[in-house]
């Protein structure tokens, strides 16, 4: 059921086409380019019902209305299968009343997530998927982040970012460290040793 368009020989970079694929999940079939034209949070996790995973599905769910507040669609994957993967979901709105809302896509056969450059060739299994994509609407990655299967993401720091690559999309403006919603934003560096105009400074402007 799962057709990969492409193939990656090494993990994309900020910048790549994301990999286009159609795939079986656990709202029917899906293929990447219908999120073309949309925000899109792709995000992978080594295997479902394990603690970690489990928390952090929980999280996100929770914070679905926020996401979609900020015009961003979310995607999820497993190696696991379209049947455990609706095992899992059950298990989750039984035990914490949470309904996962977004589709989660089976990839048993790891395609997928070799495509991302998520696992080599080599890799026996999926225990070093916990990564997650940032797709503009025009289908390229504009930022990434990888956990190791002992730490769970932040999806507070999801949110931070997710509202960060939109703020600074037209290219206009730049977040400085911690940046959140509402706070001051940076200039572009300037391109000339003009040092009676500090570009560099907070930007208050709302305009930009």
């Known amino acids: 059921m799962l057709n990969s368009d492409t193939s990656s020989p090494r993990a994309l970079r900020i910048g790549d086409k994301a990999p286009v694929f159609r795939a079986r999940t656990t709202q029917g079939d899906i293929s990447l380019d219908q999120y073309l034209g949309k925000w899109l949070i792709f995000?992978?996790?080594?295997?479902?019902?394990?603690?970690?995973?489990?928390?952090?599905f929980i999280a996100i769910a929770r914070a679905a209305e926020a996401f979609e507040a900020l015009d961003y669609a979310l995607l999820g994957l497993s190696v696991d299968s379209l049947?455990?993967?609706?095992?899992?979901?059950?298990?989750?709105?039984?035990g914490f009343g949470v309904s996962v809302t977004f589709p989660i896509v089976e990839d048993p056969s790891m395609a997928i997530a070799r495509a991302y450059g998520m696992l080599d060739?080599?890799?026996?299994?999926?225990?070093?998927?916990?990564?997650?994509?940032?797709?503009?609407?025009a289908g390229i990655v504009r930022a990434m982040n990888w956990y190791p299967m002992t730490i769970g993401r932040s999806v507070d720091e999801m949110l931070r970012l997710a509202a960060a690559l939109k703020r600074t999309a037209s290219g206009t403006?730049?977040?400085?460290?911690g940046w959140r919603p509402g706070d001051d934003l940076l200039l572009p560096a300037?391109?000339?040793?003009?040092?009676?105009?500090?570009?560099w400074f907070c930007q208050r402007r709302a305009d930009l």
């Not at 995000?43 to 952090?56: G, I, L, N």
């Not at 080599?122 to 998927?129: E, F, G, P």
């Not at 916990?130 to 503009?136: C, G, H, L, Q, S």
């Open 190 to 199: 300037g391109q000339t040793q003009d040092f009676s105009s500090p570009t």
């Open 121 to 137: 060739d080599a890799a026996l299994d999926s225990a070093a998927i916990r990564a997650t994509y940032f797709i503009d609407p």
């Open 83 to 94: 049947f455990a993967h609706i095992g899992w979901l059950r298990a989750i709105y039984e």
């Open 43 to 56: 995000f992978s996790h080594p295997a479902d019902f394990t603690p970690v995973c489990t928390t952090e």
């Open 173 to 177: 403006c730049l977040t400085p460290e």
